[in-house]
């Protein structure tokens, strides 16, 4: 496969919003940028809302391209960028998992050593509790988690995700709500 050269693309038709031109640089390059992704990413979907947010990025900022903007290095770097991007925020949540599983740890053995013969009724509410919190839609759970196992503020967890403090607080809102139906068996007390 051949590809495209910056002065076989016309700056001026994208600059234009000329669909049939997008779709050739679209065409040309989703391959191996999708490629590049795949690469450090490991995930087809990643890798396919990466470039997929790479173009849209070009779309979106094409009326300020410069006639000697080179598209192919403009979407290399936003993709490079992105899978970065990406590689940092999952060693972030690694990091965020470690924590929760050491905090866990400690708490089991704390409830090990006051509790005694109760330790089997409270095992069967952690698990009880977390596999309802696993069962969570994935958006929910994750901002569940950073609220509740992380300390995190709604805005900080806003900021964190890039979306709205109202979303923040519908997803956890929803996330009790699921949680006080599963556990209502199990918690004599409102579980907020």
Not at 83 to 112: F, G, V
Not at 156 to 168: C, F, G, M, P, W
Request: aromatic residues 12%; charged residues 30%.
């Amino acid at each position: 496969m051949s590809y495209l050269t910056d002065n076989k693309i016309s700056i001026a038709k994208l600059k234009a919003g000329d669909k049939k031109e997008f779709k050739k640089v679209y065409f040309e390059f989703f391959d191996v940028l999708y490629c590049l992704c795949l690469h450090y990413t490991n995930y087809q979907e990643i890798s396919e809302d990466i470039v997929q947010d790479a173009f849209l990025k070009l779309w979106e900022i094409k009326a300020g391209l410069k006639k000697d903007t080179s598209i192919k290095n403009f979407l290399f770097t936003i993709t490079k960028n992105s899978c970065l991007n990406y590689l940092k925020s999952q060693q972030i949540a690694n990091k965020h998992l470690s924590l929760i599983k050491e905090r866990q740890a400690y708490y089991s053995a704390k409830a090990l050593e006051n509790i005694g013969d109760e330790i089997f009724e409270l095992e069967e509410l952690k698990i009880k509790i977390d596999n309802s919190i696993e069962h969570l839609p994935d958006n929910i759970k994750a901002v569940f988690k950073m609220n509740r196992y992380e300390s995190m503020k709604y805005s900080e967890i806003a900021d964190y995700l890039n979306i709205s403090k109202k979303t923040v607080e519908a997803r956890i809102s929803k996330a009790l709500s699921i949680l006080r139906k599963e556990l209502r068996d199990y918690l004599p007390v409102d579980f907020s």
